[in-house]
């Protein structure tokens, strides 16, 4: 074991601040991975703050993490010392059940274990602790390939918000000819706005933010519709093939269910404290679907790194100091994130 820095929060409501904890050596199969960048995604606040009921204090979140290979087990074939590695928002799975077997460790019938909050195998009584730290610890069967061509910092959130809402886009196979909404233009959203533009579907996005329209069309959008106009929403009525719901808040879902065509669907991905309430109707007609989906599997992760290479896509960033954290979750609770913090990691402090 090694001592390492980070910063987690003590509790529901202590504010994120210096935390000091034990990493595990690497075992013949690990990379350890000097983190250079870690994007902060909404689920980083749910978790600190307890809002899905599921958190073990101390809480050090971050599963966005890009950084430098910095060592390997013996048995490590995929990286070698020197070379760029990804972590995303799983580092182990049970590798056997059938969802395992199938590339889809997110929905792991035994519970995969996430980058943070979660029991850590490798470490009895200890909890996972997350990339708002120095350096992390994770089996070379989790740790992805990044693209050389981009912009490192930038390709941080594409490990969570990029294969959230990759792996759904790809699921319904959204693309030429059909018509994508968009809900909410957060990390998550604007994401989505490029992966689904890319697809060559026509996207729409649906905010509460009229002054966020001018950066929609720039990051993929093709049309702009402010979620808190009735009549805007009323002509946008069951004319949607595909709508992906990333708003981290309460908000009326039957507002969005009601914009989708026969047999199309409402992929609910954002994850919001309090349940949704759905009209029996808004499904009954006509005949529409309500889904959710998780994150994404490891190779579904891998091709979306791949193909965001290959379009030169990433995340549009604003970057912050280590000790910025709290002020960016306020702003982010405000929706006001331009359109995903990321987190220099040598701006952490030494020792907590
Ligand atoms: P974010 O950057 O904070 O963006 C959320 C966006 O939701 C805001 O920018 C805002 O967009 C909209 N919004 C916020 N409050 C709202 C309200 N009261 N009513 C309507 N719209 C509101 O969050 P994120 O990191 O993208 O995460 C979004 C959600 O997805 C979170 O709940 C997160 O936990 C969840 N998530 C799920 C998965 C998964 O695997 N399913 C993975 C990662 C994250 P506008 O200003 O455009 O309205
Ligand atoms: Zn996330
Ligand atoms: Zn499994």
């Not at 590798?95 to 029991?119: I, K, V, W």
């Not at 069967?141 to 050389?148: H, N, Q």
């Not at 994401?191 to 509460?208: I, P, R, S």
């Not at 998780?294 to 965001?308: K, N, R, S, V, Y």
């Amino acid at each position: 074991m090694f001592a390492c820095t980070g910063y987690a929060a003590e509790s529901a409501t202590a504010p994120l601040a210096p935390f000091s904890f034990q990493r595990r050596s690497p075992g013949p199969n690990d990379v350890q991975i000097d983190i250079l960048y870690c994007g902060v995604c909404h689920s980083d606040i749910h978790t600190a703050r307890g809002e899905w009921g599921n958190s073990v204090w101390p809480v050090c979140p971050g599963h966005e993490i890009v950084g430098r290979v910095s060592a390997v087990g013996g048995d490590v074939t995929k990286f070698k010392v020197g070379d760029l590695a990804g972590v995303g928002c799983m580092v182990d799975s049970c590798r056997e059940c059938a969802s395992c077997r199938d590339g889809l460790e997110q929905y792991c019938e035994n519970g995969f274990t996430g980058t943070y909050n979660d029991p850590d195998k490798n470490m009895p009584g200890s909890r996972t602790y997350g990339g708002y730290s120095k350096v992390i610890v994770v089996d070379q069967d989790f740790v992805l390939r990044i693209p050389e061509n981009l912009e490192l910092a930038a390709v941080a959130p594409l490990l969570c918000a990029g294969i959230t809402t990759y792996s759904p886009l790809r699921h319904w196979r959204v693309g030429p000819g059909q018509k994508v909404g968009i809900v909410g233009l957060g990390g998550l959203g604007h994401m989505a706005l490029k992966l689904a533009h890319a697809m060559g579907a026509e996207v729409t996005l649906f905010t509460t933010s009229p002054n966020k329209a001018e950066d929609a069309k720039r990051l993929g959008a093709h049309r702009v519709v402010v979620s808190r106009d009735a009549d805007a929403m009323a002509a946008e009525t069951a004319s949607f093939d595909f709508i992906l719901d990333c708003v981290s808040a309460d908000h009326d879902i039957n507002a969005y269910l009601r914009l989708i065509k026969r047999d199309g669907t409402l992929c609910q991905v954002g994850a919001p404290e309090k349940p949704l309430a759905i009209s029996a109707f808004s499904v009954i007609f006509p005949r529409r679907h309500f889904a959710g989906s998780l994150i994404g599997g490891i190779a579904e992760t891998q091709e979306m790194l791949d193909f965001c290479g290959e379009h030169g896509i990433t995340a549009d960033i604003e970057m912050i100091a280590m000790d910025e954290i709290n002020e960016a979750y306020e702003r982010m609770i405000a929706s006001d994130v331009k359109y995903r913090f990321v987190i220099d990691m040598a701006t952490m402090p030494k020792a907590a």
